[in-house]
């Protein structure tokens, strides 16, 4: 394609700093070889569009007003357009041909541009040139026609945000002038040295970018993982350039991620009595204190006695087939309601106390949960899901699970963190958010994984040890 038919179709400025490309996102087509095309190169577009009408490009953007009349197109207005696609234009050609290329409002200019009946296609433009255009971003821009031999027509002029860089302005981001995204106040001046920008305006705390007085957003490079920060909504530490909750960890920031685990008090009920052989207690026991919590033995009467959790941070029903009277059972309603956390253990047997408990205390605090039927076996591969399965330690599944009970249906605030195929969700975490803070419960369907739990089982461990991370922070559950 020719340079002079290049012309026609493309439309290019300078904004500040920036090139910007504006294509009307449908190519106007002579029927007569007009706009300064070969006649080979106008039929190469001939059927694309329908004759003498107007249609929108595949990806539903409007085409600029124009009037048929005369045997010309006269494009009238502009469109601004609010949405562009991005992606490989199908553009190439003789780029240095389209730099001189004029903006203009309007055709109104009588010239000999040739304009006849015409088509508008949203196919793309080929020529013989060399270079490439790919990739075209096209943003803030006014959709119009422009003509090389036309005379500047009707330009507005002193208007901050029109697009057009005009006396007395430095700068023109159209739509985006007084945002300071691209250090260009809101009249169309360089912003002032030490003005935020670009990132930095949504996030000063971590991501420091300021305008250097001159028209250029200096790029700082976002505070390190871990260092602290402050915002209203609760943030404590920027990660990958955020101010988020939580503190990163070897290098990993995301969701999962949790402040320094502080000292707990961990209030453990036996499990040894219904059978000596079942010693979840004694596994969670050896694990706590190899870490440095606090622990104390106890049994469910004692939490008969509401003082039993009034400074305990986390609340280990080890047994699935122990009981809680009705009042350890208000007892520990209001604990959760204060911000506690509690870890029952349930069975295979969907209806033993351990699982009738963890149903009951969902349904207390207005969740929806229902468990539906037991699956035996060992269960070989048993995944541990989300946050649970990866930090702080990497828990991908179990080697030993034996038996378990499935749920398939639940309210929002309860989430599934063991599954095994197919489709068997044989654990959940609930974040109780009805009382004055969120308190957090947890579950597992089969007590044997904890009560063989050894340096030999892989990630055992490392999964109970995730259980009492998130059980540290019941406020920050989902």
């Known amino acids: 394609m020719s340079a002079d038919c290049s012309r026609k179709l493309l439309g290019v400025f300078f904004n500040n700093r920036s090139l910007r490309i504006l294509i009307a996102g449908a190519v106007f087509i002579g029927h007569g070889g007009g706009w300064g095309c070969s006649s080979e190169e106008a039929s190469s577009f001939e059927g694309q569009g329908g004759s003498g009408e107007q249609q929108a490009d595949s990806h539903g953007l409007a085409a600029p007003d124009v009037e048929a009349t005369g045997g010309d197109f006269h494009p009238f207005g502009w469109k601004p357009f609010d949405a562009v696609p991005l992606g490989d234009s199908g553009v190439t050609g003789d780029i240095q041909g389209l730099l001189d290329v004029k903006v203009t409002q309007s055709d109104d200019v009588a010239d000999d541009d040739g304009f006849g009946d015409g088509e508008m296609s949203d196919g793309t433009a080929k020529g013989d040139g060399g270079g490439s255009m790919a990739d075209l971003v096209i943003s803030d821009a006014m959709v119009h026609l422009s003509d090389a031999d036309d005379a500047d027509v ?27 995204v691209d250090c260009c106040d809101a009249n169309c001046r360089f912003a002032s040295l030490g003005v935020l920008c670009g990132p930095a305006i949504s996030e000063p705390l971590c991501n420091p970018d300021f ?15 871990g260092t602290l920060c402050t915002t209203p909504t609760g943030g404590d530490t920027c990660c990958n350039g955020q101010c988020t909750q939580g503190s990163p960890f070897a290098g990993e920031c995301d969701s999962c991620v949790l402040p320094p685990i502080p000292k707990l008090n961990v209030f453990i009920t036996e499990s040894q009595s219904v ?51 009705a009042i350890a059972y208000v007892n520990v309603v209001g604990y959760l309601k204060e911000g506690g956390a509690v870890y029952v253990q349930s069975e295979f047997k969907c209806n033993l106390p351990g699982n009738l408990l963890f149903r009951d205390l969902v349904i207390e605090f207005g969740g929806f949960f229902k468990w539906e039927y037991s699956i035996s076996g060992d269960l070989v591969g048993t995944k541990a899901l989300g946050c649970y399965g990866k930090y702080p330690e990497y828990a991908p599944e179990l080697s030993y699970f034996w038996h378990g009970c499935s749920v398939v249906d639940w309210s929002a605030d309860t989430e599934p963190i063991v599954w095994h195929a197919p489709w068997h969700n044989l654990g959940f975490a609930y974040c109780a958010k009805s009382g004055s803070q969120p308190g957090l419960l947890v579950t597992t369907t089969d007590q044997d994984w904890i009560n063989k739990a050894t340096r030999d089982t892989p990630y055992a461990h490392p999964l109970m040890r995730n259980i009492i991370a998130r059980l540290a922070f019941p406020e920050l559950c989902k």
Request: glycine residues 10%; proline residues 5%.
């Open 275 to 325: 059978n000596p052989t079942v010693n979840m207690d004694e596994r969670w026991f050896q694990l706590l204190e190899e870490v440095g919590h606090s622990t104390t033995f106890g049994t469910v009467l004692d939490l008969d006695d509401v003082s039993t959790l009034s400074n305990v941070d986390v609340l280990i029903i080890s047994s699935a087939y122990t009981t809680l009277s």
């Open 211 to 225: 305008c250097d007085g001159q028209g250029m957003c200096i790029d700082k490079p976002s505070l390190a993982d």
């Open 154 to 180: 009707g330009t507005p002029s002193g208007v901050c945000g029109n697009l057009i860089v005009e006396p007395g302005e430095n700068c023109e981001p159209g739509l985006l002038a007084g945002t300071n």
